[in-house]
């Protein structure tokens, strides 16, 4: 009996194993927006479904650091839905306040950008499989705005 139940278990968690799921990149990082308050950097995230229906997005978790310090982090709920059999591009706002950035003058001093890491976690709603997070993770540097940009 308990080699029956072993097969099983083991026939169940290699087709688990194997279905189909989302796969997601972030293909850039991008100043958005310049206020007195703070800097908005927008990462576009490309995901492609491969369902013939729509996936329930739970939650986008992001952490972005730059010389080894966390800088920003939050949470968005309910960003919307995947669509069908089809990519999706989802837009994730980082704020991050002037003092911050002020506190990264080293990094910042000799070529006036932000070398940074941006980690993301997707998590959506998979049916039979429950909630599944994708892990995404991007290396890059940003321009810092000049004051042309400000004004």
Request: with cysteine; hydrophobic share 40%; charged share 25%.
């Amino acid at each position: 009996m308990s080699q029956l139940l072993e097969k099983a278990k083991d026939f169940v968690v290699d087709k688990v194993a194997n279905i189909k799921k989302p796969e997601a990149s972030v293909s850039d990082v991008d100043l958005k927006h310049v206020s007195r308050e703070c800097v908005e950097y927008g990462a576009k995230v490309s995901v492609s479904n491969p369902y013939s229906h729509s996936i329930p997005i739970c939650e986008i978790s992001y952490n972005f650091r730059s010389a080894g310090r966390g800088i920003a982090s939050g949470t968005i709920p309910d960003p919307g839905s995947l669509k069908a059999s089809d990519t999706t591009m989802l837009d994730v706002p980082v704020k991050v306040p002037y003092n911050i950035l002020v506190s990264l003058v080293k990094d910042i001093g000799a070529d006036w950008d932000i070398d940074y890491e941006l980690e993301l976690g997707l998590t959506i709603d998979l049916p039979i499989v429950g909630n599944f997070t994708i892990p995404l993770s991007q290396k890059g540097e940003i321009k810092l705005p000049t004051l042309s940009d400000i004004f």
